[in-house]
């Protein structure tokens, strides 16, 4: 079963982030510009403590980090 649209509600503490696929590193995406775009190989994601709800769209390759 393959989801287009993921979303999770998560405690992060200060750092960076990145996106696995298959929780593993051989495929993963960051955030090179960051402009809210998922870009394969891409730069950490910098994040600051707190819980978040993360939302992934597959569809446009883009991410929402809303801190809650």
């Known amino acids: 079963l393959f ?7 998560v ?5 960076e982030i990145k996106f696995r696929v298959n929780d593993a590193w ?3 995406f960051g955030d090179s ?3 809210g775009t998922l870009d394969a190989g891409g ?6 403590a707190g ?3 993360i939302k992934l769209n597959l569809m446009d ?3 929402q980090l809303n801190q809650l």
């Open 26 to 28: 051989d495929s993963y």
């Open 11 to 15: 405690a992060l503490i200060d750092g």
């Open 61 to 63: 390759n883009t991410y």
């Open 43 to 48: 730069d950490n994601i910098t994040v600051t």
């Open 33 to 35: 510009g960051a402009d």
């Open 3 to 9: 989801f287009l649209h993921n979303m999770i509600i």
């Open 51 to 53: 819980n978040y709800r």
